[in-house]
């Protein structure tokens, strides 16, 4: 059972601003780059991701995963799930070792992990293999940072890092035992 990340930042450590705007990253976008997610994807059993990061998702049209969602959130869970994403989504107030656990139990085997806190909340608890970091040449000054405190480093080996005509640096690391 592994933890994947596969996110994208602001050059100064942002996934989005501090009401949960992404619309720096999205309009840096260029639907022309082919910037991995597809092959990173491809391999994933299932996604866990936290609220924040579920309430932005929701409001694409269409629902962009076909994999099962897993929200973690205290508010959420017990909530119904909006009719458009009954079988596709599931809320639960689990820490990171009891979601990879039911995951686990469900079939699971490599799972997505999504969400600045719900990405922090893994590193901490050691369940994050590997990150696929998009860094977006932007400076946003404020917002919702991609990592947080730790209870001691964590070493990472990068794996590889490479660049786009549009700016954006990509880099793979894997995080050490």
């Given at each position: 059972?592994?933890?994947?990340?596969?996110?994208?930042?602001?050059?100064?450590?942002?996934?989005?601003?501090?009401?949960?705007?992404?619309?720096?990253?999205?309009?840096?976008?260029?639907?022309?780059?082919?910037?991995?997610?597809?092959?990173?994807?491809?391999?994933?059993?299932?996604?866990?991701?936290?609220?924040?990061?579920?309430?932005?998702?929701?409001?694409?049209?269409?629902?962009?995963?076909?994999?099962?969602?897993?929200?973690?959130?205290?508010?959420?869970?017990?909530?119904?799930?909006?009719?458009?994403?009954?079988?596709?989504?599931?809320?639960?107030?689990?820490?990171?070792?009891?979601?990879?656990?039911?995951?686990?139990?469900e079939g699971a085997?490599?799972?997505?992990?999504?969400?600045?806190?719900?990405?922090?909340?893994?590193?901490?608890?050691?369940?994050?293999?590997?990150?696929?970091?998009?860094?977006?040449?932007?400076?946003?000054?404020s917002g919702r940072?991609?990592?947080?405190?730790?209870?001691?480093?964590?070493?990472?080996?990068?794996?590889?890092?490479?660049?786009?005509?549009?700016?954006?640096?990509?880099?793979?690391?894997?995080?050490?035992?």
């Amino acid at each position: 059972m592994s933890g994947h990340v596969f996110i994208a930042t602001s050059l100064d450590g942002y996934i989005a601003r501090p009401d949960g705007d992404i619309g720096w990253l999205l309009a840096r976008d260029d639907p022309n780059e082919d910037h991995g997610y597809d092959a990173f994807i491809a391999d994933k059993d299932a996604i866990v991701m936290g609220r924040g990061s579920y309430e932005k998702v929701a409001t694409f049209d269409p629902w962009p995963y076909d994999r099962p969602v897993l929200v973690l959130s205290r508010r959420l869970a017990g909530t119904p799930v909006p009719d458009r994403l009954r079988g596709k989504v599931r809320f639960a107030d689990l820490a990171p070792p009891e979601a990879m656990r039911v995951l686990e139990q469900e079939g699971a085997r490599r799972v997505y992990v999504d969400g600045g806190q719900v990405v922090q909340a893994f590193l901490r608890a050691g369940l994050v293999e590997d990150m696929v970091i998009t860094t977006v040449p932007v400076l946003i000054g404020s917002g919702r940072p991609l990592f947080g405190a730790l209870p001691a480093d964590r070493d990472l080996s990068l794996v590889a890092s490479r660049s786009f005509p549009s700016g954006l640096v990509q880099s793979t690391y894997r995080v050490q035992p």
